[in-house]
């Protein structure tokens, strides 16, 4: 049932691994006649809905960097194709890595400039196919191409709605759970990231049965729930090897999702500090509401909260989700806004500009409440109106903290964004994350709460230069993570007090030991490690 929201509105071929006394360790198969792969088309990105035309009419230079997923990458259609990809790469010392929908930073997925005998890959065909494999009066089992995305993926010419694992699974009155913010990822790099949705009632693990994939000595590998290799490779950054297939038990049947999003002054917000307690109420309504996330626009003369909460819905009353920037001429505006605020603010740090940053971005927030109620994959993937892949592309350091430091955390935040520089133009995310299995989660055996500082892509400067106020401020808090597909602090990097190296992920990664020691096993050669991963974990050649 829904639950209400408690702040101030209301909403609502190889080898196996698993143990013979696990009840789960019967991989899944289907029968040829159930399979419906996806075409193997020249996997080109080309969008599909005119932003990439906007973004060009606003901003001339376009990216200063350029995208792996503009990149043509090799096209792997089957498993078969994978292995002897490998058997070549392992003769020619070569280094694979695989390319989704490229939505995490360029380095962690590829970084072809410091890794000269890189290959990248993008899976197709049978690798993005989709098939039910069982079911029962309260699950369907269904397994799916590690290649096929969760949603459209605006930048892949090939990926429909149709095709999506989401609608797929909706026509056959199943739903997952939990989204992220946005569904243009590959499953299986969704998966691999350590990426999660907002709640701690329910974790994209949860549904997660099996994970194929293909190590680094061509064999085929089927890491079952509840086995060791299953909680090393779900969060690996390709370093295990190649995610063929993903076996999902999802519950049926589908649901709505109802709530409501409004925008209130930081006063009026659950991150207010009662007087009585000296605590928000962050940390309550993170653990209590099935479904939130909040944006916080700290500047001196913004101070307002956008505040998303919902649950599920019983009602088949349709109210969609409308995210303001969904207007392409709307988040043209804003982008351009942004770009200009960021010049003033740092070429004429004064009142005058902080005052006109506070006067747009109240401009930009609704302060009206706007109630939704709408299919699953509609509604949690609350940012898929945004052209966050073009026009208004967003980076960010995404930073967990287990959920008992919420409220230092915020007095960090608070004290740091005093200085209007760091305070910027844009907005920071916080929403929480359901403990994980996954050895290299972030929320590895804990619930955490996340902060997401963003950085607005094409205005001038470098985002490692202004993540490091938070990672300076940050990285003493103890249990502090990061997400593996977002900027990272610099590799044996020093922030404040810390060095963010081997010892600090080891401390901050209990299982990390074991894991690099499997995933040497795993691929022994070496032919799924770039530079960025081999400095970042001290992996030797």
């Known amino acids: 049932m829904f639950k209400g929201i408690k702040s101030k509105f209301s909403g609502g071929g190889g080898r196996r691994h698993g143990g013979e006394?696990?009840?789960?360790?019967?991989?899944?198969?289907?029968?040829?006649?159930?399979?419906?792969?996806?075409?193997?088309?020249?996997?080109?990105a080309i969008p599909t809905d005119g932003r990439l035309k906007l973004q060009q009419f606003f901003f001339k230079s376009g990216r200063e960097e350029p995208r792996l997923a503009a990149t043509t990458p090799h096209l792997v259609n089957s498993e078969e194709?994978?292995?002897?990809?490998?058997?070549v790469a392992r003769e020619r010392m070569q280094v694979i890595r695989v390319i989704g929908s490229g939505h995490s930073i360029n380095e962690a997925v590829g970084d072809t400039g410091e890794t000269s005998n890189?290959?990248?890959?993008?899976?197709?065909?049978?690798?993005?196919?989709f098939r039910q494999v069982s079911s029962s009066e309260c699950t369907k089992t269904f397994k799916i191409g590690g290649g096929c995305y969760l949603g459209l993926n605006p930048l892949d010419e090939t990926s429909t709605w149709d095709n999506s694992v989401n609608v797929q699974l909706n026509n056959h009155d199943c739903a997952i759970p939990i989204l992220g913010g946005i569904t243009h990822q590959s499953l299986g790099g969704f998966i691999m990231t350590g990426s999660a949705g907002g709640s701690v009632a329910h974790g994209f693990e949860d549904v997660i049965?099996?994970?194929?994939?293909v190590n680094g000595l061509g064999e085929k590998v089927i890491a079952v729930r509840g086995t060791e290799i299953f909680n090393a490779v779900g969060v690996s950054m390709g370093m295990f090897g190649v995610i063929t297939y993903v076996v999902l038990e999802v519950p049926t049947p589908s649901f709505n999702v109802k709530g409501t999003e409004i925008?209130?002054?930081?006063?009026?917000?659950?991150?207010?500090?009662?007087?009585?307690?000296?605590?928000?109420?962050l940390q309550e309504t993170l653990e209590t509401q099935e479904y939130y996330r909040m944006l916080w626009y700290p500047q001196e003369y913004a101070q307002r909260v956008t505040e998303w909460a919902g649950g599920w819905s019983d009602s088949n009353d349709i109210v969609p989700y409308v995210d303001i920037l969904s207007a392409p001429v709307v988040a043209g505006a804003a982008a351009m806004s942004l770009r200009?605020?960021?010049?003033?603010?740092?070429?004429?740090?004064?009142?005058?500009?902080?005052?006109?940053?506070?006067?747009e971005l109240r401009l930009f927030t609704k302060e009206t409440p706007q109630e939704f109620n709408d299919v699953w994959y509609k509604v949690l993937p609350m940012d898929n109106g945004a052209p966050v892949d073009t026009i208004f592309d967003t980076s960010f350091t995404e930073l967990w903290f287990p959920?008992?430091?919420?409220?230092d955390v915020l007095d960090i935040l608070r004290s740091i964004y005093e200085d209007q520089q760091v305070a910027g133009n844009y907005a920071v995310e916080i929403y929480a994350g359901k403990s994980s299995p996954f050895w290299l989660s972030p929320a590895y055996d804990r619930d955490v709460m996340r902060v997401d500082p963003f950085w607005f892509v094409h205005q001038?400067?470098?985002?490692?230069?202004?993540?490091d106020y938070f990672w300076n401020a940050l990285l003493g808090v103890e249990g502090i993570r990061a997400h593996w597909g977002k900027y990272l602090p610099a590799a044996d990097g020093m922030y404040g007090d810390t060095r963010y190296d081997l010892a600090f992920l080891k401390k901050s990664y209990p299982m990390l030991d074991k894991w690099l020691e499997m995933r040497n096993a795993a691929d022994p050669d070496q032919i799924f490690v770039t530079e960025y991963w081999r400095k970042m974990f001290h992996i030797e050649k």
Not at 263 to 281: E, F, G, H, L, M
Not at 346 to 355: F, Q, V
């Open 118 to 129: 890189e290959v990248l890959i993008r899976l197709a065909g049978e690798l993005r196919s």
């Open 340 to 359: 200009w605020s960021h010049w003033l603010l740092t070429n004429h740090p004064c009142e005058a500009t902080y005052k006109l940053i506070g006067a």
């Open 403 to 407: 959920m008992d430091k919420t409220d």
């Open 209 to 213: 049965k099996e994970i194929h994939f």
């Open 21 to 44: 006394d696990n009840a789960e360790a019967t991989p899944a198969e289907a029968t040829p006649a159930e399979a419906t792969p996806a075409e193997a088309t020249p996997a080109e």
């Open 263 to 281: 925008t209130v002054s930081v006063s009026d917000s659950v991150i207010a500090v009662d007087p009585n307690t000296n605590k928000s109420n």
């Open 460 to 467: 001038a400067g470098d985002p490692r230069q202004y993540f």
């Open 81 to 87: 194709e994978v292995i002897a990809l490998v058997n």
